[in-house]
């Protein structure tokens, strides 16, 4: 775990430092998702989906904002890597002085179609509706400069990650009891659904203005405790593979369509972010098969995947991949963050890295 603070720690002074020197790479970073970078926006919904409470946030500043960790997010870390100052506000509480330096739309359960969580979690702000939140946030910005042009050529030069695509199987077609996805579509044709709806959502980001976009793939979601509890392992692994095998279906398509709209969309510039292959790699010593936190009662159908409220937690929570039964910890994303900011392997990310991405 020292090897890689010291990691971490080079990276955040190669990225903001520069003779001395804070830079911000970017002028603003805009972040859509799901609980993976949402940092508040649930936090006052009518939802399940909810991280307000104890034990989130014991090693945050802030306590619990919301975030669904014990520290920071990948959205958080992303931001530090870029040289912000400040971490990315929640669209909920986003004042007007802070969104020339970017706004996080993220929702906690959020997918790609605007169903997913809703009849099991709640209300969620799906991809459409983040978007639409998005219109508001640029709305604001051309009044801001008093001019559409000026403010269109300030948005293109700001970073946009987009992680979408988790709860569409974690809270949709793998909960067969609240949904009928799994009936009615093949693993390859579901995947197939999503990307072509995922692939309109992305262009109305483009038309909103966006042009250096890094896209998160879905990771393990078959070796998260959550779905080992309620599956079980399949024979000969320590995860559920059909569930990963469907998740890789949707992160070739997703290469695919990163390939896509480079060459359709006039100066595009899309990324692919492999979170499926770095979460493949942990580092040695790292308990990745048990949450860090108390929850509920993980074998039940509809079984609990966050923190019991004001529950026990691990002492050792440096040690863990996982916070809750389906959420990473701060260490891990770290990791996830730094190695998509800068690839350690040519494989962490497609065609470029956010850094290079940055400096386009």
Known sequence: MWCLAVVVLILRLLATWINGIEVEQVPCYFIFGDSLFDNGNNNDLPT?????????????????????????NMGDVIAELLGFENHIPPFASARSEDILKGVNYASGGAGIKDETARINLGYVISMNKQLQNHRVTTSRIESKFKNRETAKKYLKKCIYTVGMGNNDYINNYFLPQFYPTSSLFTPEQYATLLLR?????????????????ALFGLGLIGCTPGSIAMYGASNGSVCVDFINIAVQIFNTKLVLLVDELNKKLQDANFIYVNIFGISSTPAPGITVD????????????????????FGTTCPNRAEFIFWDATHPTEVANVALAGRSYIAKVPSDTYPIDIRRLAQL
């Open 48 to 72: 399940k989906a909810k991280a307000n409470f104890p034990p989130y946030g014991i090693d945050f500043p802030g306590g619990q904002t919301g975030r669904f960790s014990n520290g920071r």
């Open 290 to 309: 048990s949450p860090c936190c108390e929850v509920g009662n993980l074998t039940e159908s509809n079984g609990a995947l966050t923190c019991t409220p």
């Open 197 to 213: 709806q995922y692939s309109r959502q992305l262009k109305t980001l483009y038309n909103l203005g966006a042009r250096k976009i």
